[in-house]
């Protein structure tokens, strides 16, 4: 989560007047004083001693908001009700809700869509339940599955409070690829737990979207889902980075005009969406790829207690480096970051191959600040707003359910994936492409079309598809 201030950010406080001791004109001109520029008032209550009003303030940033609530609360005769900004009132009541298709204006419209004649329904799935994807919700519902335990860059908050993070994936998976899903956190940690609940409430989805579950126990959750669920399993926090980076890559690569094949790539953070971004570049052609952790390079010299880190070393490092970031680093075209800020130096950027590509992911503060890189690299990317090349899931997520929901796919394998990073990377064109756009926007409508099309050509290719080709759009064929 970004720590960066919000400038002229408005506030509203919420303040209980005792009319007695203070005027409002009083309050106003503490506020002035201290720099806030009061741009509405609303009167929500008044009795002959008290008033209750909604003071809107445009305010700098996070701490003159915070000064400015202290003032107020420091006034004789007010009392502070509540501080709100304009995230917080986007949040009030949640961000999502349920609405009908269908309105039910009379009895006949009831007994259709409930009691009589939904029963026919009823029976018709019981006696061939793959139509349950026609006639009801699963066809195009996807579970937003969390336990809270690996929240952005908050760690482990519990599932009460990464309620509103999977509330917005929920908005972003119906705005960005007209998908329908639902915030489900579960308050367990416990792996089997999870994945017997997850079970249980697969038959109201067509999908599975993880989502912010810690490392390792997110590699069994969706290893053993995807093993005993015939609809996609998807953790995001893993292949949602890896797909976008491979696709920010591909288009890296050419500018610096060097191949898949033939570059060395230093891996920092050998976590969930570490090794998912290991895999799909061995996938894309990489071969030489060093993971680099706490301890160093991972190599096979080394018996590791983390199994996963055993798999990784057997998947990568081909000529068994070892040593230090800065050891591995050198003649390195690719440095990946998905770790910790401040890991990356002037020093090692310095070792690296002609024209670097650095993609520095760590949140809110990257690897490497981008303008301390920006004299040493060629091409510089992170995972937040503010700078260019930002590697954003949403680039990715929409589209592959889309696809895979409207294919019916059975699971989302490496194919489908890396087919649609070559998706995203094909929507920025030759003469957009340089070094601050290698990535196309959140908000380019190209990109879910793409990625969808992409990913359901893949998965008839790799035979996981269901649904008849013939009602796929015959936009594909061409």
């Not at 990464?162 to 998908?179: I, R, Y």
């Not at 590791?304 to 490092?317: D, G, H, I, Q, V």
């Not at 489908?416 to 926007?441: F, G, R």
Request: net charge negative.
């Amino acid at each position: 989560m970004s720590t960066v201030n919000n400038s002229n950010m408005n506030i509203v406080i919420r303040i209980q007047i005792d009319k007695m001791l203070i005027t409002f004109s009083d309050i106003a001109k503490e506020i002035g004083e201290m720099g806030g520029d009061i741009v509405g008032i609303d009167v929500i209550s008044s009795s002959k001693t008290h008033t209750i009003r909604d003071i809107t303030i445009n305010v700098n940033d996070q701490k003159h908001s915070h000064l400015m609530t202290e003032k107020m609360k420091d006034l004789e005769g007010v009392h502070v009700v509540s501080v709100s900004d304009r995230t917080f009132l986007l949040h009030i009541g949640g961000k999502i809700e349920v609405q009908s298709k269908n309105p039910i204006k009379n009895r006949d419209d009831l007994s259709r869509v409930y009691t009589p004649g939904v029963a026919k329904v009823c029976t018709a799935i019981s006696e061939e339940p793959s139509k349950a994807f026609s006639l009801t919700i699963k066809r195009n519902t996807v579970a937003v599955v969390s336990d809270g335990t690996a929240v952005l860059g908050l760690g482990d908050i519990g599932p009460l409070a990464a309620m509103p993070v999977m509330e917005g994936k929920a908005m972003l998976f119906k705005q960005m690829g007209e998908v329908d899903a639902f915030p489900i956190c579960l308050d367990t940690k416990d792996t089997e737990e999870i994945i017997q609940i997850v079970k249980s409430i697969a038959p109201a989805f067509g999908g599975i979207n993880l989502e912010d579950i810690s490392s390792p126990r997110c590699f069994e959750i969706e290893k053993r889902l995807k093993e005993e669920l015939d609809i996609p399993v998807f953790h995001d926090d893993q292949h949602g980075t890896a797909v976008v980076i491979l696709a920010g890559l591909i288009n890296a690569l050419k500018l610096t005009e060097k191949k898949l094949s033939e570059i060395k790539v230093v891996l920092t953070g050998i976590g969930a969406a570490g090794t998912a971004c290991a895999k799909i570049l061995l996938g894309a052609g990489v071969k030489n790829i060093i993971g680099v952790d706490i301890n160093g390079a991972i190599h096979r010299r080394e018996k590791y207690r983390n199994p996963s880190w055993t798999e990784f070393a057997k998947l990568t490092n081909p000529d068994n480096e070892t040593g230090s970031l800065s050891d591995v680093i050198e003649g390195a075209d690719v440095f990946i970051g998905v770790s910790a800020p401040g890991l990356l130096t002037v020093e090692h950027l310095k070792k690296m191959a002609r024209d670097p590509i650095v993609f520095a992911m760590a949140n809110p503060d990257p690897e490497i600040d981008p303008e301390l890189a920006e004299p040493y690299v060629r091409v510089m990317a992170t995972g937040r707003s503010d700078y260019p090349n930002q590697i954003n899931n949403v680039l990715c997520f929409p589209g592959i359910f889309r696809g895979a929901l409207d294919c019916r796919a059975r699971i989302i394998n490496e194919e489908m994936k890396i087919a649609a990073a070559q998706a995203i990377a094909s929507v920025v064109t030759d003469d957009e492409l340089n070094e601050s756009y290698i990535i196309p926007s959140v908000f380019n409508k190209k990109v879910v079309e793409r990625v969808r099309e992409a990913v359901i050509k893949a998965a008839y290719k790799t035979e996981v598809a269901r649904k008849d080709p013939l009602i796929i759009d015959s936009r594909l064929s061409k």
